[in-house]
């Protein structure tokens, strides 16, 4: 059974750090792009940030560049993928979640992606 599970998320005043953690187990995601979202409060899921399969493309939201780095650790059964977040705003405060798809594109359209079903996510709050 496949696991996707989110964390590391919690409440930090703007300027603060987080680094977010996205574990998927039960299947080998080894040669998936992966991809992190957010969805901030009456506002629809937007694509953030998307690593390809070694982690030597990189592609971020223009809101989160410069601040937001994505990386990946691919162990055997388990790809653990990251979120380091810096210099929050509050206008990052919102719910994160990680998918994967078959391509970088597919993560940045947010379309064809690999999870149908979204984890529980992790939450980011950053006061003013």
């Known amino acids: 059974q496949v696991q996707l599970v989110e964390s590391g998320g919690g409440l930090v005043q703007a300027g603060g750090s987080l680094r977010l953690s996205c574990a998927i187990s039960?299947?080998?995601?080894?040669?998936?792009?992966m991809g992190w979202f957010r969805q901030a409060p009456g506002k629809e899921r937007e694509f953030v940030a998307a690593?390809?399969?070694?982690?030597?493309?990189?592609?971020?939201a223009d809101s989160v560049k410069g601040r937001f780095t994505i990386s990946r650790d691919n162990a055997k059964n388990t790809v653990t993928v990251y979120l380091q977040m810096i210099s929050l705003k509050p206008e990052d405060t919102a719910v994160y979640y990680c998918?994967?798809?078959?391509?970088?594109?597919?993560?940045?359209?947010?379309?064809?992606?690999?999870?149908?079903?979204w984890g529980q996510g992790t939450q980011v709050t950053v006061s003013s």
């Open positions: 039960g299947r080998t995601f080894s040669t998936y792009p």
């Open positions: 998918n994967a798809a078959a391509t970088t594109d597919y993560l940045r359209l947010g379309s064809s992606l690999a999870f149908a079903s």
């Open positions: 690593i390809n399969w070694n982690g030597g493309s990189t592609y971020y």
